[in-house]
């Protein structure tokens, strides 16, 4: 069966610095994987999805992801945060089918 | 842009009752999934829905679980009998194609409370 790991429950960072949500993945089948946001009282956003393209993803609002199958990773990035960006990030995975499995989730925190 | 509207925002209900989870997915979309987040815990796939019938049910989604598309553009999760374990956001989603080749548009949820 297929999972996400989510390293870190709460990603605090500076305002204008590197935004890193680690996510490591475990799938039987070549994964599709896939990272959504959510605002607070807003529904689930998806930034970017992996669907064994390119093994760099780039997104909305400047994050980007890239697929390491050697590491089953599959982290969210990017290269300078912003007060906006506060949020909670979840990581998903899907084996080919309809349904998508989620990670707990990461709350970042921007720092001014 | 159109957009998944979900009622109630958030609903209040006695141990042992009924509820209806209501949502409006957007107008061209042709599969539809309910998912639910407990608190502090991860978001939990619980049906997929297509063509009018049920396509894939988690472990989760038992007897006491129905969904159904009753007039082509409400699409509504049914809850027959509640338990405390049911508190937690429900989240109606929409796709016009399969999840993996289109992206799902997600509503905002109803926050579910069993007393």
């Known amino acids: 069966a297929q999972s996400v790991t989510q390293l870190g429950s709460h990603v605090s960072v500076s305002e204008g610095a590197l935004v890193l949500l680690r996510c490591n993945y475990s799938s039987s089948v070549p994964p599709y994987l896939f990272w959504y946001v959510q605002y607070p009282n807003q529904g689930l956003q998806l930034l970017l999805k992996?669907?064994?393209?390119?093994?760099l993803v780039k997104g909305i609002n400047g994050f980007e992801a890239e697929f390491k199958k050697s590491e089953t990773s599959f982290h969210l990035t990017k290269p300078s945060a912003h007060m906006s960006d506060a949020a909670e990030y979840f990581c998903a995975v899907s084996n080919r089918d309809d349904k998508i499995i989620f990670g707990k989730g990461t709350r970042l925190h921007i720092l001014p | 842009e159109p957009e998944v509207t979900q009622t109630p925002s958030h609903q209040v209900t006695q141990m042992g009752q009924e509820v209806i989870l209501r949502c409006v997915p957007i107008s061209n979309h042709l599969y539809f999934y309910w998912y639910r987040q407990i608190l502090g815990q991860k978001v939990e796939f619980l049906v997929s829905f297509y063509n009018n019938e049920i396509s894939e049910k988690s472990e989760i989604f038992d007897d006491q679980f129905s969904v159904e598309r009753p007039d082509g553009s409400n699409f509504t999760l049914k809850i027959r009998s509640t338990k405390l374990e049911d508190s937690a956001m429900y989240f109606c989603a929409g796709t016009r194609g399969r999840p993996i080749t289109d992206t799902q548009y997600f509503g905002p949820g109803t926050r579910l409370t069993v007393l």
């Open positions: 992996y669907t064994s393209a390119a093994t």
